[in-house]
């Protein structure tokens, strides 16, 4: 048995950060651990940026991306080794930085960024925060190894949101990972990164460290997937937008799933899907206080509350479709499907009257070609810069009364469209980007604050 550990990059951005990382690594020594890591905080977002920099020939920007990244992680290297840097350690930094200077020198030459290219532009920031924690474990004189992520993480090849190979990774690990872990020893590898059959670096999409550690947790059987950040669990809303919320003790694992996917950050969307296959609890943690309070997501666990927490997701589209009656309801239903399917325009909130439907897509969906098919049929109507704010709760279908109370809280923030989600966990509302945050807000206050919520 074993335990996958995920460092997010705040987790592993600074000195005082990454011991406590080891300090938390040699915690679960018993458990076989498998420690999963972010890039450094903002180390991702320099990536893109040297990159599309060197794209459009600017060599100036790309240096200067690159030089804060150099300049960050030579910080994070001193403050952790002072002067005794070990030679494997410089050397296998040097390794990585000369070749990403290569790749973005060969992207400016070429003026040409390939999906591939970016994503073994961008997974950088893994290897480099992987090396250095291995370096500093050796340091503390623990037992362990750096492992490279790609020879386990199959996916396919649509890079920068590449789909993960369950059955394959499954194989992989049972055959290259496995046999690694043992108790006393700590396995460190990189999350968000993986490789196609063919061997091609492919990246799971941002923020996709967490969906890394919930695969491989799930493909070696995990007796938990613990998800270290810099908050203490999945909290009532976001605690960036109501400082008031309060982290949530348990929550089921439809709650957290429908929490990530209408905007909860501290969660990536797809972190619950390996778990529920497996039934394995996944923990949401604060790195720098261990001893607080956390969150427990589990099959058999809920919130307990008809209200679990709050979130939001913005700016997405709004899109009204006025049948012109040459088709029944159903035609028409089955038309507008069919085509935002055969487009790849995911729908997230939607509802319907006998002769149209409103629904949301994300702002960048493919708008003229969706027009374009269904105009024949159907008056169009776009409005942009919407917000979702989403409310989970495993009892909401059986509050009564839950929805008065939501729009009687929203005032006059208007509620152009409300939904309630086919598996009765979520009501959606959209609103104006502009009133998202106070929506949250006024929701909060009235459904989930003090006392008892
Ligand atoms: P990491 O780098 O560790 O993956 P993230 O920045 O991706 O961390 O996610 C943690 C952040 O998610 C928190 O700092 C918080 O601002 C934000 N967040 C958004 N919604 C919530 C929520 N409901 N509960 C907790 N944190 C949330
Ligand atoms: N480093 C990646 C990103 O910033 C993945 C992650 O942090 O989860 O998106
Ligand atoms: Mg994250």
């Not at 030579?74 to 952790?80: K, N, P």
């Not at 990403?100 to 999906?115: A, Y």
């Not at 005032?411 to 509302?429: F, P, Q, R, T, Y």
Request: proline share 5%; hydrophobic share 45%; charged share 25%.
């Amino acid at each position: 048995m074993t335990r996958v550990l995920k460092f997010g990059g705040t987790s592993v951005a600074t000195p005082e950060r990454m011991r406590q990382v080891a300090a938390l690594a040699r915690a679960a020594l018993d458990a076989s651990p498998l420690v999963v890591l972010s890039a450094t905080a903002q180390t991702t977002d320099r990536l893109h940026a040297a990159a599309r920099a060197a794209e459009r020939n600017d060599g100036r920007d790309a240096e200067a991306a690159v030089h804060e990244i150099v300049a960050r992680h030579d910080e994070l290297v001193r403050g952790l080794f002072g002067d005794a840097v070990p030679r494997s350690l410089s050397d296998a930094l040097d390794e990585e930085l000369s070749a990403l200077g290569r790749k973005l020198e060969g992207v400016r030459l070429l003026g040409e960024l390939s999906p591939r290219s970016l994503d073994s532009i961008v997974s950088t920031g893994e290897f480099l925060s992987t090396r250095i924690f291995a370096a500093w474990l050796a340091r503390e004189e623990l037992d362990g190894e750096w492992f490279d992520v790609r020879r386990v993480l199959r996916t396919d090849p649509r890079h920068g949101e590449a789909e993960p190979d369950a059955a394959a990774i499954r194989e992989l690990c049972r055959r290259e990972l496995a046999e690694r872990l043992a108790p006393r020893r700590i396995v460190v590898t990189q999350g968000y990164v993986g490789a196609t059959s063919g061997g091609a670096t492919t990246t799971l999409g941002r923020g996709g460290s967490d969906w890394s550690a919930a695969l491989l947790g799930a493909a070696l059987d995990a007796d938990e997937v613990q998800i270290w950040t810099d908050v203490e669990g999945v909290f009532t809303a976001d605690p960036r937008i109501v400082p008031e919320a309060r982290s949530i003790p348990e929550l089921s694992f439809a709650e957290a799933a429908e929490l990530a996917a209408f905007g909860a950050k501290v969660l990536h969307p797809k972190t619950i899907q390996p778990a529920v296959e497996r039934r394995i609890p996944v923990t949401v943690r604060h790195t720098a206080r261990p001893d607080g309070r956390f969150t427990t997501i589990r099959a058999e666990a809920t919130s307990g509350r008809p209200l679990a927490a709050l979130a939001s997701r913005s700016p997405v589209t709004l899109v009204t479709l006025s049948s012109t009656r040459m088709l029944d309801q159903a035609g028409f239903l089955a038309r507008v499907f069919e085509v935002f399917g055969r487009h790849g325009a995911s729908i997230d909130v939607i509802a319907t009257a006998e002769v149209s439907v409103s629904l949301t897509v994300e702002a960048d969906a493919p708008l003229e070609r969706l027009r374009a098919e269904l105009e024949p049929f159907a008056r169009f109507d776009v409005v942009p810069e919407r917000a979702i704010v989403a409310i989970v709760g495993e009892r909401l279908k059986r509050t009564r009364g839950a929805a008065a109370k939501v729009l009687a809280a929203a005032g006059d923030c208007h509620v152009e469209l409300i939904s309630m989600g086919a598996n009765e966990i979520n009501l959606s509302l959209v609103v104006a980007r502009d009133d998202e945050r106070e929506l949250v807000k006024r929701l909060h206050a009235a459904l989930l604050g003090p006392p008892g919520g």
